[in-house]
């Protein structure tokens, strides 16, 4: 997996000893044993390669997903899932993902939901305005507005994955307070649509662009804002956090899921001055 980190991979499962790896079809160029070098070293290697059109995966997801549940506080549904009860969680995400990753059922945006969560519990989200960069259904977004987020703004590369957000944003009555964007970290820019500040940003994409924007992000977050970041493994904490650093930002934690990591981090700018 660690040699997919130098490929220009948007992200990527594994199903037992498979890996499926995920580049945009203007980005990729054939693969071969020196682009790989560490898999290479380990075992005998094959591969083979697909072009995928755009298209409704509504059909499919809808007969293999379940509900999702965190506690008693989240239930993320379906319109045809009649169990469990809505009305035993606290907060309830209906959710149709079209065309977009993030129902939650992957373990990075399992961890970002509990950033969100513990962000509700402290109450750091209270009135806040946050950022979900990679957005894909917006679910993040979402739940945090039905935490105590009083705006959100998401980003999402993928138009059609965007236009899927901002439906479900739709469904929740959302639109007022739920901007989706599609786009990348150049939205952020100083008179762009989705500049700062931010209180809180949420940014659950792939350890190589989180090293190219975590700047981007620090230039639209207020002085003391959280960031969470995940969508890397354990071996990409150390560079992600050296990245941080020289932006401005102090870790404050890392949680792990199934292989996969999540970092809390603070905005510190370097000339911010401390008085007692």
């Not at 037992?16 to 995920?22: E, F, I, M, P, T």
């Not at 059922?105 to 950033?115: F, I, K, N, Q, S």
């Not at 975590?214 to 493994?233: H, I, N, Q, T």
Request: some cysteine; proline content about 5%; glycine content about 8%.
């Amino acid at each position: 997996m660690v040699d997919l980190d130098a490929l220009p991979v948007e992200s990527v499962t594994t199903e037992g000893l498979v890996v499926k790896a995920y580049i945009e079809a203007s980005q990729y160029q054939p693969l071969s044993l020196s682009d790989v070098p560490m898999a290479a070293s380990v075992g005998s290697l094959t591969w083979t390669t697909a072009e995928m059109a755009h298209q409704n995966w509504n059909a499919e997801w809808e007969s293999n997903f379940p509900p999702l549940t965190i506690g008693q506080e989240v239930l993320v549904r379906a319109p045809f899932h009649d169990l469990p009860d809505p009305k035993d969680f606290r907060h309830v995400i209906q959710m149709v993902p079209k065309m977009a990753f993030g129902t939650g059922h992957h373990p990075t945006t399992y961890l970002m939901m509990e950033a969100v969560l513990e962000g509700e519990a402290s109450g750091l989200l209270a009135g806040a305005r946050i950022l979900d960069m990679g957005c894909g259904t917006g679910i993040l977004a979402v739940l945090a507005l039905k935490a105590g987020a009083q705006k959100a703004v998401g980003i999402e590369i993928d138009p059609f994955a965007a236009e899927n957000a901002q439906e479900i944003a739709d469904i929740h009555g959302l639109q007022d307070r739920l901007a989706i964007w599609a786009g990348d970290a150049h939205l952020l820019a100083t008179g762009a649509v989705a500049e700062g500040p931010y209180d809180i940003v949420y940014a659950n994409i792939n350890r190589n662009i989180l090293l190219a924007d975590m700047e981007c992000y620090a230039s639209v977050s207020r002085p003391g804002a959280k960031l969470y970041l995940s969508g890397f493994y354990a071996a990409d904490v150390p560079v992600l956090l050296e990245c941080a650093k020289r932006c401005g930002y102090q870790s404050q934690g890392e949680a792990a899921k199934d292989g996969w990591m999540r970092l809390t981090l603070v905005y510190q700018p370097h000339d911010q001055t401390t008085h007692s």
